[in-house]
């Protein structure tokens, strides 16, 4: 299952059609080691003889997960989404992983993020056709990654869609009886349900008024309806959506903009958004990964 959708529906008119332009417009002082390697570089692809990444031509190692960019994607912005993977991963940046138990699933899926240079590519088009491995949820293309705005609507989805993947490969396995993304399987869907007004295993008609999570796009059945969920309020919670532009792009599909609002309106996703046993981050990526 691939997400790849609430940030196209979210974006201006003009920004969702695709592009034909490919192009962009530490060491060790003997006081502390930290464990988690925070300096990332970009080089070329070390894996283009695996089937579906010979079009890749850059690639970064996020301590053993994968950003892999094609020709045209700015060494710059693989450096970025690794950073966010990271500042996700250890969202304290103390340098110590903040579940390593999640970690260890991620690295045991080969968890990567491709970014493509546009929708259609040659390097997208051998990827989906030859990938047949277990550690991609969503995808990047070149449009949507923006250094310079970490996870501003419209600009940047590189918080999403690394989001998206963390949860799915990571804490739905690990969780399940707190991510479990079917009905009545977790408590997740406990509280997505509440959030929808109902238990819609499909998507109704009309969404009751009481509801503030009433996504109608029917490409995305109940388990990505729960996956874009613990997104929305993920992100609510850091602040990200925080702003009034941004909070009427988006009550299409959600209305709880604010940290105050999720604690106060959606208890029980803000009972596992703070919950340690399963520590989720609650600080906003700001693209720079430095413990």
Known sequence: ????????????????????????????????????????????????????????????????????????????????????????????????????????????AEMLMPVFAREGSAAENEFFNNYRGDGVSAVLYNREVDPSQPGHWGSDATIEETMHTINHRGHVSLYPEVFGMEPNSSKLTEAMDVARGGQWISHPSSYPEEAWYHYNDRTCDYECMAIEYIYWAQVANMGILDDQQTCNGINDEWELCSPELVQEVDTKVYEILIDTNQPLPLLAPDGIYAP
């Open 1 to 108: 299952m691939i997400f790849r959708i609430t940030f196209a529906l979210i974006l201006p008119l003009a920004a969702c059609t695709p592009s034909t332009d490919n192009s962009d417009s530490g060491e060790d002082s003997g006081e502390q080691t930290l464990p988690v390697e925070s300096t990332f570089t970009a080089i070329d692809n070390p894996h283009s003889d695996r089937s579906g990444f010979g079009a890749f031509t850059r690639y970064v190692d996020m301590n053993g997960l994968s950003v892999y960019g094609e020709n045209g994607i700015s060494d710059e912005k693989l450096i970025y989404v690794a950073n966010i993977m990271a500042e996700l991963l250890d969202n304290d940046e103390n340098g110590e992983w903040d579940d390593t138990a999640l970690f260890d699933k991620l690295l045991e």
